[in-house]
Structures are given as C-alpha cells and as structure tokens.
C-alpha cells in the first residue's frame, strides 16, 4: 500500500449548486424594502465573484441602501461606493454598531448575523424583538437559528446579484438621507487623525492607501495590528484581502502573502502583521525568496501580544502575564533570509523606505516600531488601565 502504484479513475467533481432566487422571492424583497424605513444591507461570506459584488453593488446604490460588510470582509464591496458605510467586527466605527441597533430591515447577502459582527450578539436581540431579516445564503441553515428569518433565499452571492440588479424603487426611497449621513461618518472615522507618537500608523496606511496599485492583495494575520489595515485602507475594485476569521495567529505570511505572491507575480501583495504574529511563522520569508516571490510585509512591533493584553487590561488592569515580547531586529532577521529589511521609527521616513521596499524586485519587510503598548488607534495600555481599574 506504501510503495505500489496503481491505477485510479479520477474522483468526480461533487455538485455545488448555485441556487436560485424566484420571481415570488424577488418580488416578497421589494415589499419588505418598500415597509421598511431603516433598512441595512450586510455583506459577507463566501462563494463571490467580480458579477456578484458589481451587481450587489449596483443595486444597493439604486436603492441608496446602507452597505456594512461581515469581519474581514472589507473587499466584498468598493469602499468608494456612497452606499458603503463601514464594516462591523473587530475596530468597527460605533455609528456602525448604531446602524444595526435601530435597522427595521436587515438583508444579510453570504452571511448570516454571527457572533464578531453582532458583538457577540448583543446589538441584535435574540427575543424576535429585532428587524425583519432576509438571508440570501448558499446553503440551508441548520434547524433553529439564533435570528430566523423572515425571508430565507437559498442562493449563491452572484444568483442573488442576477436577481436583484434591475430591482429599482418607484420613487425615492425614505432613507436616502440617512445613508448620507452614515457614509459622511464613515469617511470621518477613516480618517487619520493627529498623533503624538512620533510613527503614526494612521498617517502609515493613509500614504500607503494612495500608493498601492489597484490590483493590490492585502493580507494579515490574527491581532490588533489588522485595525489600522481594515480601517485606513479603501478596498477598492481589484483589490483583494486575504485574512483568517478564527484567531489564526500567524497566518498571513504563509498561508496569504507567500502564497498570492507566488500564485500573482504580477499583483503587489502587502502583508500587516503583528511583532507576535510574524514570529509564529516568519521564517516562511525563506520560502518567498526561494521562489523568487515578492511580498511587502509590514511588522507593526510594540513588544506586546496586543489583543491579549488589551483583554488583560480590560479585565485585570495591571496583572499582566506572558504578553511582553523581547524581539529581534526584524529588518535585520529579514536581511538575513535575503529579503530587503528596513527599520522605520517615524513617519517622515516612511514615504522613502516603502519605495526602497517595493523596487527591491524581492521579499520585503518594514518594522515599524512604535511605542511600546500601542494596542489600536487610540488605545494604548496606559488608557485602558486608567479606564478599567475602578470599574
């Protein structure tokens, strides 16, 4: 069994249906927008493609329908669309969070309400006291779901999109103001603002915002370090992300930057991590080089394993255990596998060494050093002890 060969028929291909949405589904979908009064659309999941998110899109913005998108899934929609108003999980804005607290109406396309986008699910009411909710999902839910739902469409993203692309109101729709109103508070939330650090990340990801092409693949691990990415960056068309939803913690070098960089030699990969979550697997920088790859990673370094000492504060202020990390010179490390390394202590350096990186023609890596105990635009250990130890 270990050493003959032999020889095998191919397994077939398993079906994967598609789904479908019918006239009656269509038509029940206009009625509930046509009560609604706050409706809020939320993308998510899997199974997308280029005609399902410009379809999605096309018909969200006839309906001025505000658009929010699942954890880590920022590149469902174009973030320049007027509809699009931020994304919940993880770093999410609270006008946001707010949006779904007072929706009448929630259309959830690939996803279904879990427990990152509903912080842990508390901004929707499990009583049936909630809003109307449609689910346009690939496959059936399993029997009684935390939030069931009024209309159930058992439909892939992009048979969705074919279905609802010429769904357009009679008249202008109630909420049209509202939506201006969400996506004026996004484009605030995005925008950096004024640090005292002398490495201003928010800064950081607005300049690489306006440098990166368009076809740009960002990717990051499990951590902290991914606010900065999933809020400064607009996820434009073409752009792609590539990141874990389960806490996978050293994922985004091998697993995503790594492997788009060798399976898209033509496309920039940028790769954000956290000091702790390149040292789970950075030494794959050695498979990059070998395979003549070049992704720009970014080490966002502040000598902590930030989200479990961000939960340290927030429940024990002060009894700290096992999150302080004693780095190497990452810039160096990565000279060392043959990439291209840089060190970057503030930000009127930045601009220099980011082009340095990406004419290299190899691997790349950029330490940012910040200071130690930066946990999130913001929030730093010292403001969530002081807000936490007499609670």
């Known amino acids: 069994m270990l050493t003959d060969t032999v020889q095998v028929p191919d ?11 019918s006239a009656a589904e269509r038509d029940r979908l206009a009625a509930l927008l046509g009560a609604a009064e706050r409706p809020l659309l939320l993308l998510g999941g899997s199974r997308w493609t280029g005609r399902a998110r410009a379809d999605v899109r096309e018909w969200a913005e006839a309906w001025s329908l505000p658009v929010t998108v699942d954890f880590r899934c920022q590149d469902l929609v ?8 931020g994304a919940l999980g993880y770093g999410r804005a609270d006008a946001v969070a707010e949006r779904v607290r007072v929706a009448d109406l929630l259309i959830c396309v690939g996803t279904a309400p879990g427990d990152v986008c509903t912080d842990g699910f508390t901004l929707l009411p499990t009583d049936g006291t909630g809003p109307r909710l449609v ?3 690939p496959a059936p839910q399993p029997p009684a779901p935390l939030y069931p739902a009024d209309l159930a469409l058992l439909a892939v993203p992009e048979a969705f999109g ?7 109101p009679d008249a202008a729709v109630p909420w049209g103001p509202r939506t201006e109103q969400d996506r004026a508070a996004h484009l605030e939330f995005r925008t950096p603002v004024p640090d005292d650090d002398p490495l201003n990340l928010g800064a950081v990801f607005a300049h690489l915002d306006a440098r990166l092409p368009h076809d740009t693949v960002v990717t990051f691990g499990a951590g902290n370090h991914a606010v900065w990415a999933q809020r400064f960056l607009t996820y434009r068309d073409g752009w792609r992300q590539l990141a874990p939803r389960n806490g996978s913690m050293g994922y985004g070098i091998p697993a995503a930057a790594v492997a788009a960089a060798i399976a898209e030699p033509g496309r920039q990969v940028v790769s954000v991590a956290g000091d702790g979550c390149f040292l789970m697997n950075g030494q794959e920088l050695a498979t990059a080089v070998a395979e003549g790859a070049a992704p720009l990673v970014l080490v966002l370094n502040n000598s902590t394993y930030g989200t479990i000492r961000q939960h340290q504060e927030q429940s024990y202020p002060g009894r700290v255990s096992g999150t302080g990390l004693v780095n190497p010179d990452f810039a160096a490390l990565a000279r060392a596998f043959g990439a291209h390394g ?6 009127d350096a930045f601009p220099a060494a980011l082009e340095r990186s990406l004419a290299s023609g190899t691997a790349a890596l950029i330490e940012l050093k910040v200071t130690d105990g930066l946990l999130a635009p913001g929030v730093t250990v010292d403001s969530l002890r002081e807000e936490h130890q007499h609670v």
């Not at 840089?342 to 930000?347: C, K, L, N």
């Open 342 to 347: 840089e060190t970057v202590t503030t930000f």
């Open 78 to 85: 174009v973030n320049d669309s007027e509809s699009y108003i």
């Open 135 to 137: 689910q346009a999902l």
């Open 162 to 168: 074919v279905a609802v692309r010429g769904l357009h």
């Open 11 to 21: 397994a077939t291909p398993l079906p994967v249906p598609a789904g479908a949405v």
